[in-house]
């Protein structure tokens, strides 16, 4: 996770770090998915309709709230705000080690600017990318 060049050799921009920081995210969750939806203000509704969608997987789970936040929240679905809440939820131990997981800005990637998530594929996590078999896989579509 330390390497930016971790797909084929190629370099690791703002969008695929996103990306990957949302996997990561989504991984370290667990049981804290729920009290994380409802920090970003999810309705027991939703909450439910994610534990009927995705019933084997505390995984599955994570990585549909997350992707309905993005889809939710747009262009204004920033990492800043995820970041705050998962504070808010006591697990500002992933914040740390996303943080220390992130690997340098290059600057072609800095000249881009930060990535929103709403920038990234609305599908950033699918069952099959997060399964377990390749943590790292990412869905990256061209």
């Excluded at 990306?19 to 939703?46: H, M, N, P, Y």
């Excluded at 943080?99 to 072609?108: D, K």
């Amino acid at each position: 996770l330390t390497d930016p060049k971790l797909l084929n050799g190629t370099t690791v921009n703002a969008m695929e770090r996103t990306k990957l920081k949302i996997t990561v995210i989504a991984e370290q969750l667990g049981l804290s998915w729920t009290e994380l939806a409802r920090e970003l203000q999810f309705s027991v509704d939703d909450i439910n309709r994610i534990r009927v969608e995705n019933p084997n997987s505390l995984l599955d789970q994570s990585s549909a709230l997350l992707n309905l936040w993005v889809s939710r929240e747009g262009k204004k679905a920033k990492m800043e705000n995820l970041h705050g809440a998962l504070k808010n939820i006591d697990r500002a131990d992933i914040v740390k080690s996303l943080e220390a997981q992130a690997p340098q800005v290059l600057p072609e990637a800095a000249e881009e600017g930060a990535c929103r998530l709403a920038d990234c594929d609305s599908a950033l996590l699918s069952p099959s990318v997060v399964n377990g078999k390749n943590r790292l896989q990412l869905a990256l579509i061209f």
